[in-house]
T-cell receptor, first 113, second 115 residues
Framework: KNQVEQSPQSLIILEGKNCTLQ??????????LRWYKQDTGRGPVSLTI?????NTKSNGRYTATLDADTKQSSLHITASQLSDSASYIC????????????FGAGTTVTVRA | GAGVSQTPSNKVTEKGKYVELRCDPI?????LYWYRQSLGQGPEFLIY????????DSGLPNDRFFAVRPEGSVSTLKIQRTERGDSAVYLC?????????????FGPGTRLTVL
C-alpha cells in the first residue's frame, strides 16, 4: 500500500484562479516532505521542503503547509499561470533509510486561459 | 551549470531485446538513484549508488535488471530480455550526499517502449 496518497488525481482551473492540492502520508518516523513539480517530459523539480517543525513555507506563488500530527500536507497555488500546468508530486522521506523516498502518484493540474 | 542528463530520451525496442540507459549525474554528486515511473504514477525506487558501489538494489524487479557505475560518475541501467511490462519512464537522480535533507536532482528521464 502506498504510504503517500494525493488528491485530487487531476484538476482544471482557469488562469488567475487559486487551487489547493492535498497529500496524506503514513511514513513514520517522519523526516521531511517535499513538493515537486514535474512538467510533461521532464524530471521532477523540488518546490519546497518542510520538516516536522515547520507549518508553512512559501516559494513565490506556491505555499506548502504541513500538519505533522495528522500527517497531512497541502500545496496552494495562488493566481495560477499557464506555466503552472504540470504534475505535482508529494514526496516524503523517513528516518533510517534516508535515501529512500516515498512518492505520491501526483496531481495533474491544467491551467486554462 | 549542467543538471542531470539522460540518454537516450526515447528508446523503442522489441520484446526480448537488450537495452542500456545512461545517466550523467551532476558533477561531484556521490549519490545516484534510478527510478521507474509508470503513466500516472509517482517514481518507484530501483537502485541507489554511493560512489561506485550499489548501496541498495532492493528495488530492482528481477534479475533482468542490472546497473553499474564503474567510475563513480556515469551510470548505466541495463535491461535484458525486455518485456512489454518494462515500458515506462526511467528517471535518474543525483545528490551531493544521502542525508535526509540532501535534495535529489532529477534528469528528464528515458521513455522506454517495448513492443
Amino acid at each position: 500500500k502506498n504510504q503517500v496518497e494525493q488528491s485530487p488525481q487531476s484538476l482544471i482551473i482557469l488562469e488567475g484562479k487559486n487551487c489547493t492540492l492535498q497529500c496524506n502520508y503514513t511514513v513514520s518516523p517522519f523526516s521531511n516532505l517535499r513538493w515537486y513539480k514535474q512538467d510533461t517530459g521532464r524530471g521532477p523539480v523540488s518546490l519546497t521542503i518542510m520538516t516536522f517543525s515547520e507549518n508553512t513555507k512559501s516559494n513565490g506563488r506556491y505555499t506548502a503547509t504541513l500538519d505533522a500530527d495528522t500527517k497531512q500536507s497541502s500545496l496552494h497555488i495562488t493566481a495560477s499561470q499557464l506555466s503552472d500546468s504540470a504534475s505535482y508530486i508529494c514526496v516524503v522521506r523517513g528516518f533510517g533509510n534516508d535515501y529512500k523516498l516515498s512518492f505520491g502518484a501526483g496531481t495533474t493540474v491544467t491551467v486554462r486561459a | 551549470g549542467a543538471g542531470v542528463s539522460q540518454t537516450p530520451s526515447n528508446k523503442v525496442t522489441e520484446k526480448g531485446k537488450y537495452v542500456e540507459l545512461r545517466c550523467d549525474p551532476i558533477s561531484g554528486h556521490t549519490a545516484l538513484y534510478w527510478y521507474r515511473q509508470s503513466l500516472g504514477q509517482g517514481p518507484e525506487f530501483l537502485i541507489y549508488f554511493q560512489g561506485t558501489g550499489a548501496a541498495d538494489d532492493s528495488g530492482l524487479p528481477n534479475d533482468r535488471f542490472f546497473a553499474v557505475r564503474p567510475e563513480g560518475s556515469v551510470s548505466t541501467l541495463k535491461i535484458q530480455r525486455t518485456e512489454r511490462g518494462d515500458s515506462a519512464v526511467y528517471l535518474c537522480a543525483s545528490s551531493s550526499g544521502n542525508g535526509p535533507y540532501n535534495e535529489q536532482f532529477f534528469g528528464p528521464g528515458t521513455r522506454l517502449t517495448v513492443l
